[in-house]
């Protein structure tokens, strides 16, 4: 995974914006290292139960190849 993937997944997932985002960010170094952080590091970064839950859930239901694939198909750029 490249940062550009961690920040189209954490972008899919419910409940994770930017305030979220940069404590993850801040707290794991990097989008890739957050995304691959566990949930005490989610936690150490000040995320609650419920964001917690959501990356859980994100992390079992997201395709990121067929999320690009998507953004291709539709000519967007990211």
Not at 21 to 43: E, K, Y
Request: proline share 1%.
């Amino acid at each position: 995974m490249d940062e550009r993937s961690a920040y189209l997944a954490f972008n899919l997932t419910a409940g994770i914006g930017p305030n979220r985002l940069r404590a993850l960010i801040d707290h794991c170094g990097s989008a890739v290292g957050a995304w691959q952080a566990s949930a005490d590091d989610w936690r150490a970064a000040g995320l609650d139960r419920r964001s917690i839950e959501a990356l859980h859930k994100a992390h079992g239901r997201l395709d990121l190849a067929a999320e690009w694939r998507a953004i291709e198909t539709a000519g967007l750029q990211v």
